[in-house]
T-cell receptor, first 113, second 108 residues
Framework: DAGVIQSPRHEVTEMGQEVTLRCKPISGHNSLFWYRQTMMRGLELLIY????????DSGMPEDRFSAKMPNASFSTLKIQPSEPRDSAVYFC???????????FGDGTRLSIL | RKEVEQDPGPFNVPEGATVAFNCTYS??????FFWYRQDCRKEPKLLMS???SGNEDGRFTAQLNRASQYISLLIRDSKLSDSATYLCVVTPGGKLIFGQGTELSVKP
């Protein structure tokens, strides 16, 4: 079975550029989560969706970050404009609804120069 | 106070040792609990769920104490391959909150 698929795996770009991260959750999973991981702050929940609807975006750092889930099989996390402090590993995870564990994608390693 | 707090690491132990990690959480509404393992530069992977009565999976034992709001993970007969960061997870209101993780290094 295919797991959570994220793209790109790595991205290096200059500050001020728009960055779009993509995620395809596991088929049949109803919830999708976006996380950011850094050495200093650990794994932070940015936003999560249930049935394509954003439920909690309180972790989104600021207005430069936005996330969408237009259908059950695709989500994007966009940063515009990007800044060096956005450099981190961004993980997408999905799970079936209820008290189930999450399954993570391989992550996108983002470097903003 | 952070929603989830874990033992500070790193833990450096010899092969064969028994090691225990603790994790405390602040939101009593949390219903499900998990331990994840994360290897360097990899994604977190589910190690085991934590059940109210405690549960065991081979060398790994997880315990939950709702009254004191903490969960624990015990690793017996540790192997070199157990070296990783261990993350505890709680689920207040449907979202999964991760602890900072505890780094374990098992030495020969």
């Amino acid at each position: 079975d295919a797991g959570v698929i994220q793209s790109p795996r790595h991205e290096v770009t200059e500050m001020g550029q728009e960055v779009t991260l993509r995620c395809k959750p596991i088929s049949g999973h109803n919830s999708l989560f976006w996380y950011r991981q850094t050495m200093m702050r650990g794994l932070e929940l940015l936003i999560y969706f249930n049935n394509n609807v954003p439920i909690d975006d309180s972790g989104m750092p600021e207005d430069r970050f936005s996330a969408k889930m237009p259908n059950a099989s695709f989500s994007t996390l966009k940063i515009q404009p990007s800044e060096p402090r956005d450099s981190a590993v961004y993980f997408c995870a999905s799970r079936r609804q209820g008290n189930q564990p999450q399954h993570f994608g391989d992550g996108t390693r983002l470097s903003i120069l | 106070r952070k929603e989830v707090e874990q033992d500070p690491g790193p833990f450096n132990v010899p092969e064969g040792a028994t090691v225990a990690f603790n994790c405390t959480y602040s939101n009593s509404a949390s219903q499900s609990f998990f331990w994840y393992r994360q290897d360097c530069r990899k994604e977190p992977k589910l190690l085991m769920s934590v059940y109210s009565s405690g549960n065991e999976d081979g060398r790994f034992t997880a315990q939950l104490n709702r009254a004191s709001q903490y969960i624990s993970l015990l690793i017996r007969d540790s192997k070199l391959s157990d070296s990783a960061t261990y993350l505890c997870v709680v689920t207040p209101g449907g979202k999964l909150i991760f602890g900072q993780g505890t780094e374990l290094s098992v030495k020969p």
